[in-house]
């Protein structure tokens, strides 16, 4: 991935310094992403290109007076049901998520989750929808879809009460 360059605009403590790709919308928080995140990603994504594999994305919620989702880390979802067209996450995996955040992540929070479609395309299904509107419900808490075999990717968000897709901006590991 090549190094992201742009405009600098900074809000509170997060910098929005980066490249921005794809529609960012001033109705809806801003997502701020570590290049180094974001490959880290992609290369778990990698990784089984017949089935999809998902994780979480950690970082830090906006603060009051923010309206930036910063994206610092991200932690593969293990104990998932995993298919060719499917990704379950069980309790076990809600379980592990959670301990794994509290001792090994303990300054950052879960800001999204991620999952991929290996050549189906970016797009969050019925069941993705599901997921999403129960278990990342804050309106600061966003998706990542990847395609390993296509090599896309995108981010939904919440605009309203509904979850589009949106843009995003990477943040140069340089940083």
Known sequence: ?????????????????????????DDACRIVVAEKV????????????????????????????????????????????????????T?????????DVRDRFPDMSVVGWHHTHPGLGIFLSGYDLFIHRHFFRAPWQV???VDPRRQELGFFQWRGDQVT??????KSTEE
């Open 143 to 145: 998706a990542l879809v």
């Open 1 to 25: 991935m090549p190094s992201p360059r742009g405009s600098t605009t900074t809000s509170g403590t997060v910098s929005l310094r980066g490249k921005a790709i794809g529609a960012l919308y």
């Open 38 to 89: 974001l490959e880290s990603i992609i290369d778990y994504s990698e990784h089984d290109l017949r089935r999809e594999l998902g994780g979480f994305l950690l970082g830090d919620p906006p603060a009051t007076e923010q309206r930036i989702v910063e994206v610092r880390d991200f932690l593969p979802a293990v104990d998932v049901q995993s298919r060719a067209a499917s990704l379950t996450f």
């Open 165 to 170: 897709d949106c843009g995003f901006i990477c």
């Open 91 to 99: 309790h076990d995996t809600w379980a592990a998520m959670t301990r």
